[in-house]
């Protein structure tokens, strides 16, 4: 099993609706972030959590917000999806003694 | 100026040929450097982190970092078709969290 989980791995939604991805991690990292890949863009940063009470907006945090239920547990919600939000979404931890981050196996979002 | 700032590629290079990778990065205060290899369609994989200036090799890797010119390497000698994915260069500004530049397509060719 991989140690950092993503579900669902694939979604279509379409335009307004409210949809969540989940990311759970079994690696003991305080430490959750959740990235989107573009085409072309690499990879930017949407929200980071250095512990349950700690949330931190990344630098394309509009539109979407997040929830860290648990040490263990990040989820991303995009409110009012729209397509612009089509993307490849990643979760990544990492430990408290080093940015170096592992990612989950993504997901593809499709907003029509 | 993007923090971070890699070729797009695609970078092509025969089997057995040595690949040359370049980032250059803005933040002088970047202070840990990763490159991450991913797949098409999968998600990024660490290869090589980087602290101090100089060399450091891993197998076929060799990271090279210089801080006052502000680039980061990656050589790959020995290249094979299954090293063909793109190469994200990753860097810790201190802002908590990784910065990647938008990686370069490296091709090898049979």
């Known amino acids: 099993d991989a140690d950092v989980t993503q579900t669902p791995r694939n979604r279509i939604t379409k335009t307004g609706k409210r949809i969540m991805l989940e990311c759970s991690q079994t690696k003991g990292h305080d430490r959750m972030y959740w990235y989107r890949q573009d085409p072309g863009l690499g990879l930017r940063l949407i929200y980071y959590?250095?512990?349950?009470?700690?949330?931190n907006k990344g630098e394309i945090s509009d539109g979407y917000s997040v929830s860290r239920q648990a040490q263990a547990k990040f989820s991303l919600s995009l409110e009012s999806a729209i397509p612009n939000q089509t993307a490849l979404y990643f979760c990544?931890?990492?430990?408290?003694?080093?940015?170096?981050?592992?990612f989950g196996q993504g997901t593809r979002l499709t907003v029509v | 100026q993007k923090e971070v700032e890699q070729n797009s590629g695609p970078l092509s290079v025969p089997e057995g040929a040595i690949a040359s990778l370049n980032c250059t990065y803005s933040?002088?205060?970047?202070?840990?450097f990763f490159w991450y290899r991913q797949y098409s369609g999968k998600s990024p994989e660490l290869i090589m982190s980087i602290y101090s200036n100089g060399d450091k090799e891993d197998g076929r890797f060799t990271a090279q970092l210089n801080k006052a010119s502000q680039y980061v390497s990656l050589l790959i000698r020995d290249s094979q078709p299954s090293d063909s994915a793109t190469y994200l260069c990753a860097l810790d500004t201190g802002r908590r969290a990784l910065t990647f530049g938008s990686g370069t397509r490296l091709q090898v060719q049979p």
């Open positions: 933040d002088r205060g970047s202070q840990s």
């Open positions: 959590s250095f512990d349950v009470k700690d949330i």
């Open positions: 990544a931890t990492s430990d408290l003694s080093s940015t170096e981050a592992f």
